[in-house]
């Protein structure tokens, strides 16, 4: 797959989720919205332990959790996304599980079944609130368009193994969301992770380490270098 610049990953990752003009260039790029309740599809998945589960009611509903898209069969982007999930799990301490939740769901669940997935979470050793998760084809795209997880290019999007690599990270209480690239530094992502929620000592007076604080109406962006 060609490399997406930063412009298009943003592009395609804000657009149709946040709604957000694209940022700047950084290690790390986001856009954070507050304010109206989004609606999230709540279909329906199944989880590497072979559990039924739905999107919004089972696993976003009063939580912060992280999403990324993945494949089993994948040797691009999506071992090393699953390295950096591992790391940001471990960061999280007892909050992983409890609060904070991380979801990868296949792009191809057609052949990435609950079995699968789990040999594959063994594997990058998940650990507890980290679920991996499959579901029929039509509802796996749609969670992909709702949620901004598209190549901007129209013939790449048509290609199930052309995938951005990409973490959605966000508070459904706070109605708090953005965004980065999967293979940004872990650190970064957990301390945005928490930013993000108003964890972070200082909030009201700083934004995360090497953040820059960009205001769009009612849009705050940010970007960490």
Known sequence: MEKLTRRQLASATFGTFAGAAA????????TTRTGSARKFPN????????RPVRFYDDLIKGRTVLI???YATCEGVCP????????????MGVRAGRDVFLYSITIKPNEDTPQALRIYADMHGAGPGW???????????????????VDP????????????GVILYGNEPLDRWAACP????PDLIYESVLWLEGQMPGLENQTPRGAERVHDGNESREALR
């Not at 290019?153 to 951005?164: G, Y």
């Not at 999967?182 to 530094?185: D, F, G, P, Q, T």
């Open 80 to 91: 090393g996304t699953a390295a950096n999930l591992r790391k940001i799990q471990q960061r």
């Open 23 to 30: 940022p700047p260039s950084g290690s790390i790029t986001g």
């Open 182 to 185: 999967a293979l940004s530094n």
């Open 68 to 70: 990324t898209f993945m």
């Open 131 to 149: 679920l991996f998760l499959t579901g029929a084809a039509d509802d796996i795209e749609v969670l992909r368009h709702t949620l901004g997880f």
């Open 43 to 50: 279909v329906l998945l199944r989880t590497h332990e072979d």
């Open 153 to 164: 290019d129209p013939v790449a999007a048509r290609d199930a193994s052309s995938h951005i």
